[in-house]
């Protein structure tokens, strides 16, 4: 084979050395690689909105191992998530959302299964994060259960916006 050459929208034409050609029809591959990758982020709050309710209050929370929960806040309701943790660990919980508009500004409290708040991270920058460290937002948590919030920006009823949780005994990337 000599030579490669386009001929064309979605075509190709390989010259053998022999004179004789052969030619590929990539059109319908390009139409395949032009689908949304499985781990883009998703465009529209709603298609998530389902993903987890009912977890709309303490008593509800949908209990998640450590790792990344991908939802959303869709106007009407709170979501509630519960984790264990050993006493010994340090733990980390971030939230990260789109800013494109003031109003979706979500928020993240966590709380004790009694209902106690523990830590508020309320900022506007599209990522919010709590640390429970030896030195950081009122030291490691004692072995139990514990609830974490996510609401719209000053319980907003209007707040519309897809987010990731990440849950873990490490430190996130910046
Ligand atoms: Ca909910
Ligand atoms: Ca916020």
Do not use: H, W
């Amino acid at each position: 084979m000599s030579l490669a050459k386009r001929a064309g929208a979605g075509l190709a034409v390989l010259v053998f050395a022999g004179g004789c050609s052969l030619v590929l029809d990539f059109s319908e591959l390009e139409t395949t690689v032009d689908a949304t990758p499985p781990d883009a982020p998703v465009a529209d709050a709603a298609l998530q909105c389902p993903a987890s309710e009912p977890n709309d209050d303490l008593a509800t929370a949908q209990p998640i191992v450590f790792g990344v929960t991908e939802a959303a806040i869709c106007g009407d309701n709170d979501d509630f998530y519960a984790f264990m943790t050993n006493g010994t660990d340090e733990i980390f919980i971030a939230l990260t959302y789109s800013t494109a508009a003031i109003a979706n500004d979500l928020d993240l409290e966590l709380y004790s299964q009694a209902g106690e708040l523990l830590n508020v991270a309320s900022g506007i920058e599209g990522r919010e994060l709590v640390a429970r460290t030896a030195t950081q937002g009122g030291g490691i948590l004692v072995a139990g259960t514990y609830v974490i919030r996510v609401y719209g920006r000053s319980g907003s009823t209007a707040a519309n916006n897809d987010y990731q949780l990440s849950v873990g005994t490490t430190a996130p990337a910046p």
